[in-house]
């Protein structure tokens, strides 16, 4: 079964618009951390935001927010004003405990890609 | 800022070559990463090293093998490149282990293999 699940394989929205892109997850481990990295056509991964399991809060970082549900496990992310720039492959990522023992393995999800139009 | 580095942007091998990819990092992390990339498949891990000499396998260590002999150097080995092993390969590295650590990628080598 998939660990990170994210439905949507392309994203459409207007400029300025804001976008929600959907991520849901599955582990047994309370403690677990969910990442959101954006891949430009560039193909680097950049870090946009992170949120802990037991954060009270959801997470922001700008123009980026993360609706954290944990009793759906659900972790999408909201962009807000979206620009042009913001065409790129995204995706979820969660680190858990499940996976042999080790607090290390980050599961990434299939990404969603977001196209900005003008 | 965190620069994790990678020794070639692209790069063209013929089946049954050894292939060494290379990555760097400056900001002496512990931990750093191999993934591969495929469409449709997401980043699946390859190998990871939590320390100098150690390592351990990820989800798809089968045909490869890495070496990290120095903190800042981590190495992919591909001991008999095959054509199945064409991807884009991305290096990552991380301060620690706990959840809230997040991964600096490299900018990635895609790698043709025919």
């Known amino acids: 079964a998939q660990k990170i699940t994210q439905t949507q394989p392309g994203m459409f929205v207007q400029e300025k618009e804001a976008v929600t892109l959907d991520c849901t997850y599955d582990t047994s481990d309370p403690s677990y951390g969910l990442f959101w990295y954006k891949q430009p056509s560039s193909g680097e991964m950049i870090f946009l935001i992170y949120q802990g399991s037991y954060d009270q809060q959801n997470a922001t970082e700008g123009r980026y927010s993360l609706n954290f549900q944990k009793a759906r496990k659900s972790a999408n992310l909201v962009i807000s004003a979206s620009q042009l720039g913001d065409s790129a492959m995204y995706f979820c990522?969660?680190?858990?405990?499940?996976?042999?023992?080790?607090?290390?393995?980050?599961?990434f999800g299939k990404g969603t890609l977001l196209t900005v139009n003008p | 800022d965190v620069k994790v580095t990678q020794s070639s942007r692209y790069l063209v091998k013929r089946t049954g070559e050894k292939v060494f990819l290379e990555c760097v990092q400056d900001m002496d992390h512990e931990n750093m990463f191999w993934y591969r990339q495929d469409p449709g498949l997401g980043l699946r891990l390859i190998y990871f090293?939590?320390?100098?000499?150690?390592?351990e396998k990820g989800d798809i260590p089968e045909g490869y093998s890495v070496s990290r002999e120095k903190k800042e150097r981590f190495s992919l080995i591909l001991e008999s490149a095959s054509t199945n092993q064409t991807s884009m390969y991305l290096c990552?590295?991380?301060?620690?282990?706990?959840?809230?650590?997040?991964?600096?990628f490299g900018p990635g080598t895609r790698l043709t293999v025919l």
């Open positions: 990522a969660m680190r858990d405990r499940n996976s042999g023992g080790s607090n290390y393995k980050l599961t």
């Open positions: 990552a590295s991380s301060l620690g282990l706990a959840g809230y650590n997040e991964q600096f």
């Open positions: 090293s939590y320390d100098v000499k150690m390592k």
